[in-house]
Antibody
Framework: EVELVESGGGLVQPGGSLRLSCAVA????????MSWVRQAPGKGLEWVAN????????EYVDSVKGRFTISRDNAKNSLYLQMNNLRAEDTALYYC????????????????WGRGTLVTVSS | DIQMTQSPSSLSASPGDRVTISCRAS??????LNWYQHKPGEAPKLLIS???GLQTGVPSRFSGSGSGTDFSLTISSLQLEDFATYFC?????????FGQGTKLEIK
């Protein structure tokens, strides 16, 4: 059974750091790009970051560049998000998801997803 | 960034109803449009890819259409388990962006 389980969320003060983890089971983790997507309270979904199968390519939304780092450990089937210099606007439910799609037409999607881990940035 | 605008933002309907949710992109995205279902406390679920491609295991009452900038998700006969929030997502441009969601509630 495919399963993605996020952990590491919590309450942190502005300027603080957190490291999120995502444990993956049920598919060949090392064969796929992976992503983090977040949802702020009362808002829509926002793609945060992607990482290539071997970690050699990483992409970020502009609002987190220089503060967040996505990484992975294929031996542990795990995805990570190191979040530094956190701001109130980073408060959200953070989901990890497999990123893949149809190479022929270039359509990319997130599937499957975890249930998320909540990050709250507040003093 | 490409803005994805969904309408309506919320919708009340009854089991058995036919409902349509719209998603409009701020630029042409061909058919690079995906739909997700999200229930509280659960993982979001991919329903439709590339505008109209129903995912394995998704009931046939769900369908998607559109191309260019205008897309729609239709549920032909609502079941109780369909009451959820639905999001569209474009993959033509980075950053990949989502609509703000349409909450489908029981009337």
């Amino acid at each position: 059974e495919v399963e993605l389980v996020e952990s590491g969320g919590g309450l942190v003060q502005p300027g603080g750091s957190l490291r999120l983890s995502c444990a993956v089971a049920g598919f060949t983790f090392s064969s796929y790009w992976m992503s983090w997507v977040r949802q702020a309270p009362g808002k829509g979904l926002e793609w945060v970051a992607n990482i290539k199968q071997d970690g050699s390519e990483k992409e970020y939304v502009d609002s987190v560049k220089g503060r967040f780092t996505i990484s992975r450990d294929n031996a542990k089937n795990s995805l990570y998000l190191q979040m530094n210099n956190l701001r109130a606007e980073d408060t959200a439910l953070y989901y990890c998801a497999r990123f893949h799609g149809d190479y022929e037409i270039g359509n990319w999607y997130f599937d499957p997803w975890g249930r998320g881990t909540l990050v709250t940035v507040s003093s | 960034d490409i803005q994805m605008t969904q309408s309506p933002s919320s919708l009340s309907a009854s089991p058995g109803d036919r409902v349509t949710i719209s998603c409009r992109a701020s630029q042409i995205i061909n058919r690079h449009l995906n739909w997700y279902q999200h229930k509280p406390g659960e993982a979001p679920k991919l329903l439709i890819s590339a505008a109209s491609g129903l995912q394995t295991g998704v009931p046939s009452r769900f369908s998607g259409s559109g191309s260019g900038t205008d897309f729609s998700l239709t549920i032909s006969s609502l079941q109780l388990e369909d009451f959820a929030t639905y999001f569209c997502q474009q993959s033509y441009y980075t950053p990949f962006t989502f609509g703000q969601g349409t909450k489908l509630e029981i009337k």
